[in-house]
């Protein structure tokens, strides 16, 4: 980050998505309905596309247009698509008030702390990335610490979220701040792989769609608050 | 190599067409032959490994995880056999499940087999995410309301690590693509062989994520919290599996990531961060270990504190202590899993996983129960097995290298959980002479040692006119004694006299470890 001189277009553009991936982080661990939450992971995986799509014309990455495509059906499209069938499905649990989802009650703490210590935390992962000499001249100088702290809210989110879905969200979310961090580092990675890292994201949804069925069917609830007979 | 991976990926999707019972066989040669395969390998691998097509690669490292790997596929596969057609009217037994189980198992072990033959560090991230994936929906299968939750914690906690191990797998690519220019694919070979040249602050960043995320499936403290739930709560041969084989696979990922930052950092670095994480491992397994009160929870605390093992035998970094530690995989291969093997026995004769109320197990299951007692002793690391023979090594490998208080707490830590599995342990023997000849006021267990001593004495094993139908057969299954013998003479063929072929894997993959080859 010793930017001498000021960002140019590409980095600067990079820097303000990256940041707008951090404020959705924000906004899903706030929110309180769930179906808003589908709907701000959504518009993250948007921004992961859109970042990738400048990504491979900056950098001239043809690949990357393809793989921007295949990102935006599976995470706007399919995994948005596969969470509201859950929660159309959890309706009745006593737990999840009202037609979208009210979650707002699941946090184990108060919003406002919760808030607090996620910019707390988001913060001190942000400082901390940013003393690694990592980012080499083709990268956008803040993405790479950006990222770092999103990986950090998400991890806070599936902490203090204690539904299912919530946690699932958190962790897809996480591998969306991975995606960003990787575009940052590893754009050049081999389509072939990225392919692979893509379809192994799929077959994760299709597991926790099944296990959150099966917790749904067993606990009538989508809360995970029941879920401590295993202890020690 | 192909074939190693097209046999259970076949035996997978036969399970689904054919009856419950075909499956069953089929998964079980499939385990053989993989088994078989694996040790087909062994030769190629001392030579100095193989390329085969695409992204398979082998070499002496991979191959002792293979074994390890196929050993346990094969034993939890015939063993399966006799725990589905044991099972009674819950949860496995019904046949739609059953044909997920055989499906899942084989695909499970198919994955755990394609992780250590992946010259790629991606696609072995990838073939280690499915690994977790399938074996979250086998841990699930048993349909208990604790399963459902074990599956959930499981999948989260592991997934959640696994992506932090797939940034470190991120940052080997940009350290890779700096030194190796951008038409690098993250294959290991040239990575390995560049790592001198790596960027220090990225080699570093790659190797603690890639500790902290693939120890989170390894089970290294204090990311292993998923791990005794999803142990504990499988069905008893997927729980070998997990223990067995599947840690291993995940502390196989480590070493090649260990291998990148030794090249790159020198070997200080790499090995401080493996040593700090193996003895909060071993302090707090060897705690738990103490007042365990569920016999598979207790056997996943000791997977904890094994895999403790292996990370402090790493960091001592000496020859002997990394033998120790190749050899230590494969005997807690044949080990746990065995002990796994066995508790399941236990519990299915039982009807509890409490220690407590297996009291009398010795006399009930005549096989069974002396054989579990003797796993808990090659667990505890009892002379004429083979685990013996590889925790002396990483004791003496830790005082050759100058780690002499690492190495005195190593064997602190060591008795002290040798201590937890022998108080259970006794707690399996006959309550004494005079407690045996009542028989009557142990009412908590069903299996009752006076009746049991009864209809032994009597020879009747198959006869069961008792008043308790469940023990009066003694063993359930042949099908589910003969793995854990196989897994007993195993442990002290490795104890007693390693053949000379697996000393020069051994060897071999030391030198690897070492980069010295």
């Known amino acids: 980050m010793s930017a001498g001189h000021a960002p140019g277009v590409y980095a600067g553009g990079a820097d303000v998505i990256a940041v707008l991936i951090l404020l959705a982080e924000f906004g899903m661990l706030r929110q309180a309905l769930a179906r808003d939450q589908v709907r701000l992971y959504a518009a993250q995986s948007g921004l992961i596309s859109a970042l990738a799509v400048i990504v491979g014309a900056v950098r001239g990455l043809p690949e990357l247009y393809l793989l921007a495509g295949l990102s935006a059906a599976l995470k706007i499209m399919v995994i948005p698509l596969v969470l509201r069938r859950l929660l159309r499905a959890g309706r009745v649990g006593a737990d999840l008030a009202g037609p979208d989802g009210d979650i707002a009650r699941s946090g184990g703490m108060s919003l406002a702390s919760t808030v607090l210590v996620a910019t707390a935390v988001a913060a001190a992962g942000f400082f901390a990335a940013s003393h690694f000499t990592v980012g080499g001249a083709a990268a956008p100088p803040a993405a790479l610490s950006l990222s770092v702290s999103v990986v950090l809210v998400a991890f806070i989110l599936m902490i203090h979220r204690r539904d299912v879905l919530s946690q699932a969200i958190g962790l897809f979310s996480l591998e969306n701040a991975i995606s960003l961090a990787a575009l940052v580092i590893a754009a050049s990675l081999p389509l072939v792989l990225e392919a692979a890292l893509l379809f192994d994201l799929l077959v994760a949804v299709i597991v926790f769609g099944l296990l959150i069925r099966i917790h749904h069917g067993r606990a009538e609830s989508l809360s995970t608050t029941d879920l401590t007979s295993l202890r020690g | ?517």
């Not at chain 2, 022998?422 to 006959?430: E, I, R």
Request: with cysteine.
């Open chain 2, 1 to 517: 190599m192909i074939a190693l991976l097209a046999v259970p990926a076949a035996a997978a999707a036969g399970s689904l067409w054919l009856p419950p019972r075909a499956a069953a066989l089929a998964s079980a040669a499939s385990g053989i032959s993989c088994l078989a395969l694996a040790a087909g390998l062994v030769p190629a691998a001392v030579r100095g490994g193989l390329a085969g097509p695409g992204p398979l690669r082998l070499d002496a490292l991979s191959v002792i995880f293979l074994l390890a790997t196929a050993f346990g596929y094969a034993c939890a596969a015939a063993y399966s056999v006799g725990y589905l057609s044991t099972a009674g009217g819950h949860g496995l037994a019904r046949p739609g499940r059953q044909h997920w189980y055989w499906a899942g198992l084989n695909l499970f072990a198919c994955s755990m087999l394609a992780a250590p033959l992946m010259g790629n560090l991606a696609l072995m991230w990838v073939a280690v995410e499915v690994t977790t994936i399938v074996s979250a929906l086998l841990v699930a299968l048993e349909g208990t309301a604790a399963a459902a939750e074990a599956a959930w914690k499981y999948v989260l906690l592991a997934s959640s690590g696994l992506a932090i191990a797939l940034l470190g797998t991120m940052f080997a690519y940009y350290a890779g693509a700096r030194a190796l220019g951008p038409g690098y694919d993250l294959a290991f070979a040239p990575l390995l062989h560049a790592s001198a040249h790596l960027p220090a602050t990225a080699a570093r960043l790659a190797f603690v994520l890639a500790v902290l995320g693939y120890g989170t499936k390894v089970g290294l403290v204090p990311v292993h919290t998923w791990l005794p739930d999803a142990h504990s709560e499988a069905p008893s041969p997927v729980s070998a599996l997990l223990s067995g084989s599947l840690l291993a696979v995940s502390f196989y990922a480590i070493l090649r990531f260990f291998q990148i930052a030794q090249g790159a950092l020198g070997p200080r670095f790499p090995r401080d961060v493996l040593l700090a994480f193996g003895v909060a491992s071993l302090l707090l397994a060897a705690l738990y270990l103490l007042d365990q009160r569920d016999v598979k929870r207790m056997l996943a605390y000791s997977s904890v504190e094994h895999m403790g093992i292996l990370a402090v035998g790493t960091g001592f970094g000496a020859p002997v202590a990394l033998a120790g530690v190749l050899l230590h995989v494969l005997a807690h291969a044949a080990a746990k899993g065995n002990a796994f093997l066995g508790a399941g026995v236990l519990a299915r004769a039982f009807g509890t996983k409490r220690i407590p109320s297996l009291r009398g197990a010795l006399d009930a299951l005549p096989w069974s129960g002396p054989m579990f007692l003797l796993a808990l002793g090659a667990l505890g690391a009892l002379p004429p097995f083979g685990m013996f023979r590889s925790e002396f090594e990483i004791v003496a490998g830790g005082f050759e290298s100058g780690a002499t208080a690492a190495a005195a707490l190593l064997v602190v830590l060591l008795t002290l959980a040798f201590l937890g599995l022998s108080a259970a342990g006794t707690a399996l023997l006959p309550p004494g002479t005079s407690g045996a000849a009542r028989g009557a006021p142990d009412r908590a267990a069903p299996g009752r040692p006076g009746a049991a001593r009864a209809r032994m004495a009597n020879g009747a094993a198959g006869a069961s006119a008792g008043p308790e139908p469940a023990l009066s057969r003694g063993e359930p299954s042949a099908w589910m004694v003969v793995p854990v013998l196989a897994g007993l003479v195993v442990l002290l063929v490795l104890g007693v006299h390693p053949p000379a072929e697996l000393q020069g894997l051994l060897s071999r993959a030391v030198d690897l470890l070492r980069g010295a080859a």
